[in-house]
């Protein structure tokens, strides 16, 4: 058999391999259910409360809006946690030490970050649609592009993800990211409109592509009629697929070159060393 | 000295040959301004099992991955099964296999899903000869993992763990082998399974095996030869008989008359005796003589390159370190 089929077909058993793990120890569990229990508990304390402007529950405009951020924060920060983690560990340096085995780390790392961003989404759906209603779950076209928004978000996402899982080699310093992370979510209109906000912050938002994942689960299963509360008046697809593919385009070209870069570094003694810091500072 | 190989002696050009697995010349690395190792050489052939000893600092791991690929080198002529191993490729990866400390990967997974995905890399590397991978089944009874094939790695105690570390490091039937203190943490009858089991990949398999340790004892016990590495060189380069042997040549004498101790250092210890024994007879107890170890051997080289004395000093400070 070729090398590189033999290491993609690697790859994605050794994705199917982690997903199966995940589901098997109570701190990946746990990551899978914590979001949804936020979600839930978000939409409960919305009951009542509208989208401004227009008699549409606040809690269902919140529930795609909430599966976009997912998406963002799956390929952004869950994909850059597990190559700092993995880097620590030494899984990196194993793969580095088998033939083709970066390849087959980075496959395994896609299937497994894809699957587990659908399975998330799955949790996240079905417990919710008990508490929101006036969504489009019966339209194919909403479930169409609530697809095409997922494959295209995943793609913008993932390869910027490892490009930061690259550059941080500290575990502590993955805070560095969260923060940020966590006010461009609320720069990014997930829980409430920003049509309110100062254009300059508007501004900054619609650079990052949480806010224009979150547009595009909205416009996917809200009414089209929502579309009129949005910046511009529209779902602005053209739009969402301009800014995401920027983002696809800059990660696809960035990656390789970081991560060779990483990968290039890696030695026994680093990891060694890494293992003794660690140990210092539990200490 | 004068009786140890210096490495500037084996400077002639070496011919082409392929059971040259190791073929390392005027390896030089520099950090910055500092220079780690300053013109390594050293050779090794098919079947060969290498011990590289030295003190922490002296540049083991640093040679070890530039041997590994994993690090450049600042200059020399470096080649690895052939290779120059800042540009091998994954063929030539393939037919090696790395075993370090400091691993904790794959904590999640299954002793036995570890090894058939890893070795699940090596399949299009099969040749007639060497069929790759192992079979998971063997290999975990090869290494001793049978009984935890079903457990999660990270329930493995530490021995079984450095265990499985070994058993990735061989599942692609490797050439050429570098272990980095490999039995750290196993209890002695582990120990004396992993020694019969470098006997065996060198014998049966044929394979090159380059280790580090810091158990002189262990280094006796598995290499054919041995490599000191003590300020960025090679210091030293023989088997273990012949370091002993040719360093510290001289024998250890110890005995009491009238209840004080004596100690004397001879390269002749049958003549002094017999003049002992005719001076003093019976006066003579608790004689003990005793060769000198490889032990004594190391200590009196790296006592030497460090403290920069040079020139037949080693027997001397060998014997001023018994007597002390």
Known sequence: MNPTRAAVRAGVRRGVIELRNSFTNAQDVWGYVFPTVVLLVTIFFMRGATVPGTGFSLGSRTLPSVLGMGIAFGGLITLAQQIVVEREDGTLLRAKATPNGMLGYLIGKLTLMSTVALVSMVIQIVPALFLVEGLRLTSVMAWMTLLVVVVIGLVATLPIGAVIGSLIENPRNLGLVMLPMMGLIALSGIFYPINGYPGWLQAVAQVFPIYWLGLGMRSALLPDALAAVELGGSWRHLETLGVLGAWAVLGLVLAPIVLRRMARRESGSRVAARRERAMRQIT | ?324
């Not at chain 2, 011919?15 to 697995?21: F, G, H, I, R, S």
């Not at chain 2, 080198?73 to 075993?99: H, I, K, N």
């Not at chain 2, 090894?115 to 000869?129: D, F, K, N, S, V």
């Open chain 2, 1 to 324: 000295m004068t009786t140890v190989e210096l490495p500037g002696a084996a400077a002639a050009p070496h011919p082409p040959d392929e059971d040259l697995v190791l073929d390392v010349r005027d390896l030089r690395m520099r950090y910055g301004s500092v220079d780690v190792l300053h013109g390594v050489d050293f050779t090794a052939r098919r079947g060969e099992v290498l011990a590289l000893l030295g003190p922490n600092g002296a540049g083991k791991t640093t040679t070890i991955e530039v041997l590994e690929g994993f690090r450049m080198r600042s200059a020399g002529e470096v080649r690895v099964l052939g290779v120059d191993p800042g540009r091998g490729d994954e063929r030539w990866r393939a037919r090696m296999g790395v075993v370090l400390q400091s691993w904790r990967d794959h904590g999640k997974w299954r002793v036995r899903e570890v090894l058939a995905h890893l070795g699940a890399y090596y399949a299009p590397y099969a040749t007639e000869r060497v069929r790759r991978p192992w079979p998971v089944d063997d290999l975990l009874d090869t290494v001793g993992l049978a009984a935890h094939a079903g457990k999660r790695v990270n329930q493995l105690s530490g021995g079984q763990r450095r265990r499985l570390d070994v058993a990735v490091g061989i599942v692609g039937r490797p050439e050429l082998l570098f272990l980095d203190e490999p039995t750290v943490g196993f209890d002695p009858a582990a120990r004396r399974e992993f020694h019969d089991l470098v006997h065996r990949l060198a014998d049966l398999d044929d394979t090159t095996i380059l280790l580090t340790t810091h158990d002189l004892d262990e280094a006796e016990k598995l290499a054919d030869r041995i490599l000191i590495l003590a300020g960025g060189r090679i210091i030293a380069d023989g088997s273990p008989d012949a370091l002993a042997r040719r360093v510290a040549g001289d024998v250890e004498i110890r005995w009491t008359r009238d209840g004080q101790r004596f100690v004397h250092s001879t390269a002749d210890a049958t003549a002094f005796l017999r003049d002992l024994l005719r001076e003093h007879g019976d006066g003579v107890q608790e004689l003990e003589v005793r060769r000198a170890s490889l032990e004594d051997a190391y200590m009196a080289l790296v006592y030497e390159q460090e403290s920069g004395v040079r020139g037949g000093t080693a027997a001397r400070v060998w014997q001023q370190g018994s007597q002390g």
